[in-house]
């Protein structure tokens, strides 16, 4: 039997992000609040309210300088903002925890913090930089899920379309009873899996076995249908090996984290007939101003590409990825929505600048408005990833959270411990993450690399 489990609290990024709580106290004045002091959450990802004021979307686009710092002008305290750093440097590159670091804080427009810190590659002693690329593994999944979700806004899909409509081989999943290898019992599901199950992570797919501390029954299957990550199938060879895979649960009942993000991006290219890549490119990196971020490092980026460590038995860093040597030098067969991309703080900046603004940036609408407030509500019922989900890995503390379409978001404080509720946010395997707290027209983006 099935049952749901704790967060997987060992990942070092939760770790770190529990440990940063109570240290940024902005002061604001809003129509309905008057002026008070509001102790947020950065870094603990789990801060704000429901959305506010809603923005129409002929609004005078805002004038951006997300380069220049100024704390007081985007209402910050600068004392508290400073214990950011203090705590972050004492606490974890003076004990070498992590190489460094770069945090991006940016409210109303204005940047309010930003700190570039440490090593980005220890062997070859080189700093920090402002511009540094960062594999980002799993914020991946919150850009894949707005690509696919500006289909949707143009008519191309619904979300309750059977994902079998545009892969034909997935209309025989069946769903696992019981056993594993060549005694494994399955059926027949009861309803079949939709495109909303597979944005939200409830269709039943699991990672099979590819991340640690998440091993489920069928994950066995996944190596026996030939799914790898290396990147050596197409996105096509990709998920018509996934149709012989067993799904771990009736579609909708439960949430896993899955590689479902990576079908979504197989989606946008079916459902486009343009290239997952060029798409994101056209509709996405190139409006958003974020030419760092891809599935590859070219050679002219080669020089600011963060090497990432991993911990050693000893505790101490130990190179995981060398730059020169890393995967992302070549371009994927298969780019995966789920985790593929890398880049800069300042790109993912004003992908959350566009979140924040409800689909706008710089006076052009990259998506509706009533499309994002619907991928960042909840889409678990009136149940939180702690009722609903499987295994033991996530990239976020599951009581009080909610999950959406490629989002997290907090349903309740009390029971999250966190300030607040309506944000949504995710985070990265290599201990990166970002936050919108929309009411509060803020986001945080913190960057380092450890797995």
């Keep these: ?12 990024h939760i770790t770190l992000a529990r440990t940063i709580y109570h240290a940024v106290s902005i002061k604001t004045r809003q129509r309905d609040f008057g002026e008070r002091c509001v102790n947020l959450n950065l870094l603990c990802i789990a801060t704000g309210r429901t959305f506010g004021n809603i923005i129409p979307t002929h609004q005078t686009p805002r004038a951006l300088n997300l380069m220049e710092v100024d704390p007081t002008a985007a209402g910050f305290c600068p004392a508290k903002l400073s214990k950011l750093d203090h705590h972050l440097i004492s606490h974890y590159i003076e004990p070498k925890k992590i190489s460094g670091f770069n945090l991006k804080v940016v409210r109303k427009g204005k940047v309010a913090h930003h700190t570039s810190t440490g090593l980005m590659d220890i062997e070859r002693d080189k700093a920090m930089r402002d511009d540094t690329i960062f594999r980002i593994y799993s914020m991946s999944k919150p850009v894949t899920s707005i690509a696919l979700m500006m289909l949707l806004e143009e008519g191309r899909f619904q979300l309750t379309d ?6 034909p081989s997935w209309r025989n999943h069946r769903v696992w009873v019981e056993g594993e290898g060549d005694t494994m019992v399955t059926r027949a599901p009861n309803a079949p899996m939709t495109v909303q199950h597979l944005l939200c992570h409830t269709a039943g797919l699991t990672y099979g076995g590819f991340l640690p501390g998440l091993e489920l029954p069928v994950d066995p299957a996944y190596a026996a249908a030939g799914i790898s990550r290396a990147g050596s199938d197409t996105l096509q060879e990709f998920v018509e090996k996934l149709a012989e895979v067993p799904l771990l649960y009736e579609p909708g009942s439960r949430w896993s984290y899955s590689m479902s993000t990576d079908v979504c991006g197989y989606l946008v290219e079916a459902i486009s007939g343009q290239s997952f890549e060029s798409f994101l490119q056209d509709r996405l990196f190139g409006p958003l ?33 060398d730059p020169e040597k890393s995967r992302y030098r070549n371009s994927p067969l298969a780019p995966s929505g789920a985790g593929g991309l890398v880049g800069t703080v300042s790109d993912y900046a004003n992908f959350c600048e566009m979140l924040v603004q409800k689909g706008q940036f710089r006076g052009k609408q990259i998506i509706g408005r009533p499309i994002l407030e619907l991928m960042t509500r909840n889409h678990l019922g009136n149940q ?19 999950f959406g379409l490629g989002f997290a978001t907090t349903m309740d404080a009390a029971s999250s411990g966190t300030v607040g509720e ?18 509060e027209d803020l986001y945080a983006i913190f960057m380092t690399q450890l797995i």
């Design 422 to 439: 309506g944000d949504f946010y995710w985070g990265g395997l290599a201990s990166t993450l970002f936050w919108v707290d929309p009411i």
């Design 162 to 167: 059977p994902v079998y409509k545009f892969i």
């Design 1 to 12: 039997m099935l049952r749901a489990l704790p967060a997987f609290s060992s990942r070092p």
């Design 384 to 402: 939180s990833l702690s009722q609903m989900a499987v295994g033991g890995f996530s990239e976020t503390s599951n009581d009080g959270v909610g």
């Design 289 to 321: 101003d974020m030419p760092d971020t891809g599935f590859s490092v070219s050679d002219a980026q080669l020089d600011r590409f963060a090497a990432c460590y991993e911990r050693a038995p000893d505790k101490s860093l130990r190179l995981q990825d």
